[in-house]
């Protein structure tokens, strides 16, 4: 049996167009459907919610949130 080793680049590639959390140093997180990400880690969300602390903030056709920023991805079941 061979494993190939997956990469960060190799996971990224894998999740656009699905659900994921993208939860930044701020504390913050956002959930909706990964549009497309740059070299510098620079993410595009749709369907885009904020959650502060748990709880829903906002609702947002799209947002843009910079790399530098993100702590995590997570891909959501949801």
Known sequence: M???KQTPSD???QI???PVVVKLN???DYRGVL???DGYMNIAIEQTEEY???QLKNKY???FLRGNN???FLHSKD
């Open 70 to 72: 993100a702590i995590h």
């Open 26 to 28: 701020s504390g913050v």
């Open 61 to 63: 056709g799209d947002a």
């Open 2 to 4: 061979s494993l190939r």
């Open 35 to 37: 549009a497309c990400l």
């Open 52 to 54: 502060v602390n748990g």
């Open 16 to 18: 656009i167009g699905r």
């Open 11 to 13: 996971f990224l590639k």
